[in-house]
């Protein structure tokens, strides 16, 4: 997800934590444990509080986490605190069937449109929805087929390339427009400047306007809205899952200063950042057909959803899924900084579910755990007397990987490249131009070090850069391993010439990279101990096969990471991605030609091989020849070894045994607190 920010946390163990387990009744044991004070092992003996299975209060949840929505308007919000609440409060066209990723249940439509219904038209060009009637928004207004047009209308218009709408723009618009701005000026200048879009000219303005009016189309005749698509555009349905299919108001939206409808104004509307957005209505409340309403949410401190007692919905989502209003009436999510008042709230039943910062948090957790569950919520066995239930999952679709800068900018300066000169004390700009130097790259990052150190061993390795499970993905796809004698052969094989403008990769260079050594910083964003480890084995490697070779690493502050990231100033970066839509395009575009790509300077030649491939398999609608199609995309990355990656990471899910309904869905980590109950 573009700009997101997937923060691990480190926890530091002290001999003063009281670990609690507790026996059927409430009765009590003392635990014995080993934790690290100033780098010795101290056993610990603790006397735990009480701590029942049965929840305090079956009608109410209380979650302690950490970590604020940006903002609470669907059209912007682009980061999973702000998604997390948005889907207990709206409601969206289709949801997922419980935990696959890849089958659809009609929510707000009646129907998953496709070719055999009639919804999806047989060139794939148009997708009409069905939409269901008697549903009420949480201010009693009906819902009607102008509210789901006007609300895909206005998120498109307001536009924001820090915004999902590239998520709708490329489909309906055309492959390659990312903004509204675009269709204004193809050439992209008028991205997120609101002002100069303003002062552009008038009949393009409103023609851009049309163009998305022209696209999304409701018919209260037939009670549908149809979307007229400008290529077919294969996962065009899971689109609508995410925050940002969540359906508003129109009226509500009109009345809290959103878009008024005309194409004469649009302009105005567009480009909104998330300050302008929570200085009204639109950004700092909410107001859909959800299961939940909001009550308040109070930044820094909690948020307050009540049950929807007028909730719409009178048969089950899925077989043996929940139907009419929520059992849990009230949830509220609490901010808490630190895992162990976390932990403490969690073991003194203040708490029914905590998050649980990293894999670091793991032990301490395992302490209270009772029951053991298989994957899939299956063959729970009780293992102790501990309160808590834990479940493996496939975590959430998402991953950390390396990424190489083919031309950093050195526009003022640059330290990240030492001496910025091919001395030995540097790199020049243009140092992963070389391919050999990016293979190396790749050969010399210890992968299991990774996995057992970081992720405890629970990890799939990606073998291309389809998350696995997605079609296209593909286990005998060409990959790379660690290998520090290839990796020294690739350095052997990278000599550069100099030239009057610097130094350039040549087959027979005069300067041997393994005679001059290098020396650059690799960056992370500061208190993400997994990515400053990424960086550290890194170095080690790199190192170890020759002492000349000198990678330095340093941690930003996010917003400076980000920074500098998006100017392309550093050489390599870690950084991660997670899926909006469980579809290989929403990978295969920002790390080639789309977020990534961009920031990885990638040349435009071989961004153009991409962008074919990519176009061709987002718009064939075949799964076998998609497939077959991105066999050729996993060729050609492997080929041009722009990153190197990493690990679909593993998960827990913890949960106190009295709760019972959630499921593990690769696309969210948050529960949907509509299906939730507390015996």
């Known amino acids: 997800m573009r700009n997101k920010l997937l923060v691990l946390v480190s926890v530091f163990i002290v001999a003063s934590m009281v670990l609690a387990a507790c026996a059927p009744g409430g009765t009590s044991q003392p635990i014995v444990q080993t934790v690290i004070v100033d780098g010795q092992p101290v056993v610990v003996t603790a006397t735990p509080e009480t701590v029942s299975f049965t929840a305090k209060d079956p009608t109410v949840w209380v979650e302690a986490t950490f970590g604020d929505p940006e903002t609470l308007d669907p059209a912007f919000d682009y980061e999973?605190?702000?998604?997390?609440?948005?889907?207990?409060?709206?409601?969206?066209?289709?949801?997922?069937?419980?935990d696959n990723a890849s089958e659809f249940v009609p929510q707000l439509a009646t129907e998953v449109p496709s070719l055999e219904n009639g919804g999806i038209s047989p060139d794939g060009l148009k997708v009409t929805f069905k939409i269901r009637q008697g549903v009420k928004f949480h201010d009693g207004t009906d819902l009607t087929v102008d509210d789901v047009a006007y609300t895909f209308q206005r998120n498109l218009l307001q536009g924001g390339t820090a915004s999902p709408q590239w998520l709708f723009t490329e489909p309906l618009l055309g492959v390659g427009i990312y903004d509204i701005a675009e269709v204004v000026?193809?050439?992209?200048?008028?991205?997120?400047?609101?002002?100069?879009?303003?002062?552009?000219?008038?009949?393009?303005?409103?023609?851009?306007?049309?163009?998305?009016?022209?696209?999304?189309?409701?018919?209260?005749?037939?009670?549908?809205?149809?979307?007229?698509?400008?290529?077919?555009?294969?996962?065009f349905i899971s689109t609508f899952t995410g925050g940002w299919g969540s359906i508003q108001s129109k009226?509500?939206?009109?009345?809290?200063?959103?878009?008024?409808?005309?194409?004469?104004?649009?302009?105005?509307?567009?480009?909104?950042?998330?300050?302008?957005?929570?200085?009204?209505?639109?950004?700092?409340?909410?107001?859909?057909?959800?299961?939940y309403k909001l009550d308040k949410w109070e930044p820094g401190e909690e948020i307050v959803m009540s049950a929807n007692e007028a909730y719409w919905r009178t048969e089950p989502i899925w077989e043996g899924g929940p139907?009419?209003?929520?059992?849990?009436?009230?949830?509220?999510?609490?901010?808490?900084?630190?895992?162990?008042?976390?932990?403490?709230?969690?073991?003194?039943?203040?708490?029914d579910q905590i998050t649980v910062g990293s894999q670091a948090d793991w032990p301490i957790m395992d302490t209270l755990v009772g029951e053991e569950c298989e994957y899939g919520y299956v063959n729970c066995t009780e293992t102790g007397n501990g309160a808590i239930r834990v479940i493996p999952t496939n975590g959430i679709?998402?991953?950390?990987?390396?990424?190489?800068?083919?031309?950093?900018?050195?526009?003022?300066?640059?330290n990240f490249l030492g001496s910025g000169k091919l001395d030995g004390n540097g790199i020049p700009a243009n140092f992963f131009s070389d391919v050999h130097v990016r293979r190396a790259f790749n050969y010399?990052?210890?992968?299991?070090?990774?996995?057992?150190?970081?992720?405890?061993?629970?990890?799939?390795?990606?073998?291309?850069?389809?998350?696995?499970?997605?079609?296209?993905?593909?286990?005998n796809a060409p990959y790379y391993d660690y290998d520090p004698e290839k990796c020294k052969a690739e350095f052997e094989a990278s000599k550069w010439t100099a030239t009057a403008d610097g130094w350039e990769p040549k087959?027979?260079?005069?300067?041997?990279?393994?005679?001059?050594?290098?020396?650059?910083?690799?960056?992370?964003?500061t208190g993400n101990t997994a990515r400053q480890t990424i960086a550290q084995i890194l170095q080690a490697e790199l190192n170890a096969v020759n002492e000349k070779f000198v990678v330095e690493v340093t941690g930003l502050p996010w917003a400076t990471f980000l920074q500098n990231q998006r100017a392309r100033k550093l050489p390599v970066f870690v950084v991660g991605w997670q899926s909006d839509i469980f579809d290989p395009h929403n990978w295969v575009q920002p790390y080639t030609t789309g977020t990534y790509g961009g920031r990885q300077s990638l040349p435009k030649d071989i961004m153009a091989k991409f962008e074919e491939i990519n176009t061709r398999g987002v718009s064939e609608n075949d799964p076998a020849k998609r497939k077959a199609i991105y066999a050729e995309f996993n060729q050609l990355f492997y080929d041009t070894a722009s990153g190197i990656l990493l690990f679909a990471a593993g998960g827990r899910h913890y949960?106190?045994?009295?709760?019972?309904?959630?499921?593990?869905?690769?696309?969210?980590?948050?529960?949907?607190?509509?299906?939730?109950?507390?015996?």
């Open 655 to 679: 949960e106190p045994r009295y709760v019972q309904g959630w499921y593990n869905n690769p696309m969210y980590a948050d529960n949907w607190f509509y299906a939730l109950k507390k015996n």
């Open 323 to 351: 139907s009419g209003v929520p059992g849990i009436k009230k949830v509220i999510i609490k901010s808490v900084e630190e895992f162990n008042t976390r932990l403490a709230m969690l073991q003194a039943g203040d708490a």
């Open 507 to 525: 087959e027979d260079g005069e300067i041997s990279l393994m005679d001059t050594g290098f020396r650059f910083t690799v960056a992370y964003n």
């Open 397 to 414: 679709s998402s991953r950390t990987d390396l990424y190489m800068n083919f031309l950093v900018n050195t526009d003022g300066g640059n």
């Open 251 to 291: 009226a509500w939206v009109q009345a809290n200063g959103g878009w008024d409808g005309s194409c004469d104004t649009w302009q105005n509307f567009y480009g909104k950042v998330a300050e302008d957005l929570n200085a009204t209505a639109l950004g700092s409340s909410a107001m859909g057909t959800g299961p």
């Open 80 to 98: 999973t605190a702000g998604g997390g609440i948005l889907m207990q409060v709206y409601d969206t066209l289709v949801w997922y069937n419980k």
């Open 185 to 235: 000026d193809e050439t992209g200048a008028l991205d997120d400047d609101a002002a100069a879009l303003q002062a552009a000219d008038p009949a393009a303005l409103k023609a851009a306007c049309e163009k998305v009016t022209s696209a999304i189309v409701a018919d209260p005749a037939t009670n549908t809205v149809t979307f007229n698509l400008a290529q077919p555009w294969a996962p």
């Open 444 to 475: 010399c990052f210890n992968y299991e070090t990774y996995l057992n150190d970081v992720l405890q061993g629970l990890g799939t390795r990606s073998k291309s850069v389809i998350f696995p499970g997605m079609i296209g993905y593909d286990e």
